[in-house]
């Protein structure tokens, strides 16, 4: 397929220009980021015009980077939530009124394409679907393989919990208390050991 | 001060480009993201040359765009590890040998900066500190705040854990099957409820 020359506008800009966002904000086109930002797109379409929306995705994989690339919402601005569910769905809701637009990929549409399909359901192996020719498809199938409803999104799930901060006797640095009288890391729980010099 | 003259490079780019690419992710130039800026320049600094680095952040706050807008890990391409302990702090390793750097907000030294060590402890109202006075404080502090140490990461600590994926008999779409029988959200324990039209 030549993307340089589809007239195919997804998330406001040309084909080509998403995919290019897509490679380099993530290093590469990722399948499942490409149907990520057609996700997006829909979500944008289905949702009241103007108004600003925070996000939820339902898996850590791909479908963060279709929300941050793609709207104003991101990991460290505090809009965009995830849930670890390995769902491939996202929803973006109005901040103010908590109603939104769900969007998921269908299975049962899916099956209509079924280089996508055998993709997503890991039924191919991958040196057998080369990975212009899945692309093809995924562009081919775009919104066709998603569905999408109107959501009310519950305000006590994503609430700001205040969390108590303190300095942690051991190390000096600022955490929140909830870990303890030290934090995570000087009771031995951290995810690394000191290593050579002392800090500088 | 004259961002545009300034001769300060941070995370490869001049100081004005450094603080437009905040601008441009994050929805606005957050205090936390410059100091987070300055993080991940003296990590890049400090770590091996010429590695493909992981990077762990110990908030959710700020620290997760730094690391998004500054280096190739995203949330969604898996590179980048949040661990929500409130702790100013971040580390990039080598995705081979685990061994890397772990830079932090030195409160004793962020004391020799007021505007920003009150800034950081709330110890003054917001409308007492404009933004823009702010801002110059942290800059002209740059890594001045900082200490950073070397640190050998725990394999065991994100190793992917492959879940076995099913497909939910409820509401038909793929889930890891570590949630029981039936999907989170099919179970009455999502973020929403459906409202208006049933799925398109």
């Not at 040309?14 to 829909?42: N, R, S």
């Not at 600003?52 to 809009?79: H, M, Y």
């Not at 109005?94 to 269908?106: A, C, E, Q, Y």
């Amino acid at each position: 397929m030549d993307y340089e020359r589809s007239e195919l506008i997804v998330c406001g800009r040309p084909l080509q220009q998403f995919l290019d966002d897509i490679e380099k904000f993530h290093g590469f086109t990722a399948p499942g980021l490409v149907i990520g930002g057609f996700m997006v797109d829909l979500a944008q379409k289905k949702i009241e015009p103007g108004i600003e929306a925070d996000a939820v995705v339902e898996t850590g994989s791909c479908l963060p980077d279709a929300i941050q690339i793609f709207t104003p919402c991101t990991t460290g601005n505090g809009w965009m939530k995830v849930v670890k569910w390995d769902k491939f769905a996202l929803s973006l809701y109005n901040k103010k009124t908590f109603s939104g637009v769900r969007v998921w990929l269908d299975l049962e549409k899916a099956k209509q394409f079924p280089n996508v399909y055998n993709w997503f359901m890991h039924l191919v192996p991958k040196k057998e679907l080369p990975l212009e020719v899945l692309l093809d498809s995924i562009i081919e199938a775009g919104d066709g393989i998603l569905s999408w409803c109107e959501i009310q999104v519950k305000p006590e799930m994503f609430k700001g919990k205040k969390r108590e901060l303190g300095i942690c006797p051991a190390c000096h640095e600022s955490f929140s208390r909830i870990q303890g009288e030290v934090c995570t890391s000087c009771r031995g729980d951290g995810y690394f050991d000191f290593q050579g010099l002392e800090a500088v």
